[in-house]
């Protein structure tokens, strides 16, 4: 089965600084990579996600990247502010079968103000 | 549509005792999956429904776990004879409109946190 490793556990910036969360993935089969923040007490909120047919993926302060042939993808947080401080979890799945997901173990995020 | 819901949000119960969650998916999701986060790891896959099919178990989803989805719309979660090793926070996702560009992105609910003593 897939497996998905994340690291580092934890990474501290300063606000305004930006964030890169890095994961690698086993399953080549693998085509639907989301990234997910989870703040104590809640579920995990869907932030972004990509398919492997597409390199990179913007949505304002948030980007993704895919290597398919390294099998790694990355999240990119720029202009950090303290709300941002959070775990964030990447996950990769199949979407020809039942998609669920295997998440990685999580990052925490600290932005220091 | 407020999203994924589930109840109760905190569960706290004796070893032995039976528990049953609820989980309420967005509406016209026709996937539901329910999760397990313990401390400190990713949410681990335990099963899903297709409509009010259950189409897949995970090894982690021992005989005391049953899980039903009546008539395609909310799903409960029981657990029997609970034990310690239970406690954790147990998520539930939806996913695959009827309609929609966007049919892969799972949407979880806020989680209920089991606790056995």
């Known amino acids: 089965g897939e497996n998905v490793e994340q690291h580092p556990s934890t990474l501290s910036v300063q606000e305004g600084d930006s964030a890169v969360i890095k994961c690698t993935y086993s399953d080549s089969a693998s085509n639907y990579f989301p990234w997910y923040k989870q703040e104590l007490g809640k579920g995990p909120q869907l932030i972004i996600d990509?398919?492997?047919?597409?390199g990179e993926k913007k949505d304002q302060r948030i980007a993704v990247t895919l290597n398919k042939t390294a099998k790694h993808f990355s999240l990119h947080i720029t202009e950090t502010q303290p709300e941002d401080s959070a775990v964030y979890f990447c996950a990769a799945t199949y979407t020809g079968a039942n998609s669920k997901l295997t998440f990685g173990k999580g990052i925490t995020l600290s932005v220091r103000p | 549509d407020t999203g994924v819901s589930q109840d109760p949000r905190h569960k706290i119960t004796k070893r032995g005792q039976n528990v049953t969650f609820r989980c309420d998916p967005i509406?016209?999701?026709?996937?539901l999956y329910w999760y397990r986060q313990t401390l400190g790891q990713g949410p681990e896959f335990l099963t899903y429904?297709?409509?009010?099919?259950?189409?897949?178990k995970s090894r982690l989803l021992s005989d005391r776990f049953s899980a039903e989805r009546p008539k395609g719309s909310f799903s409960t979660l029981e657990i029997q004879r609970t034990e310690q090793g239970d406690s954790a926070m147990y998520l539930c996702a939806s996913s695959l409109p009827l309609r929609g560009s966007r049919p892969y992105e799972q949407y979880f609910g806020p989680g209920t946190r089991l606790t056995v003593t």
């Open positions: 509406s016209e999701h026709n996937r």
């Open positions: 990509i398919r492997s047919n597409v």
């Open positions: 429904f297709q409509n009010e099919a259950q189409l897949e």
